[in-house]
């Protein structure tokens, strides 16, 4: 079974940057489409991000275009989310997920305003 930790989180401050970074063990990402999604507080978990098998196609929620990329390195069996100019309400713990795989611990991101 896919294991996958997320790492990369912390405070900043708004307009500043943080980049994710998921990390799987037991099987290989590559044949899986991957996604970043974030729960804010006292909100449900949403899709930010997704990107395809080969890293060919992305998709994002619209209040992150232009500021997010997702990427992945299959050679390498990880995933990251590179966040810039950051705003209060990126805050929330992102997870880095699968079809396949279960929900991680996830990595708390703290924007300060």
């Known amino acids: 079974q896919v294991q996958l930790v997320e790492s990369g989180g912390g405070l900043v401050q708004a307009g500043g940057s943080l980049r994710l970074s998921c990390a799987a063990s037991?099987?290989?990402?590559?044949?899986?489409?991957m996604g970043w999604f974030r729960q804010a507080p006292g909100k449900e978990r949403e899709l930010v991000a997704a990107?395809?098998?080969?890293?060919?196609?992305?998709y994002y929620v619209d209040s992150v275009k232009g500021r997010f990329t997702i990427s992945r390195d299959n050679a390498k069996n990880t995933l990251s989310l590179q966040m810039n100019s950051l705003k209060f309400e990126d805050t929330g713990v992102y997870y880095c997920k699968s079809p396949a795989t279960a929900w991680g611990q996830g990595t708390q991101v703290t924007v300060s305003s």
């Open positions: 990107i395809s098998r080969s890293g060919t196609n992305t």
């Open positions: 037991g099987r290989t990402l590559s044949t899986y489409v």
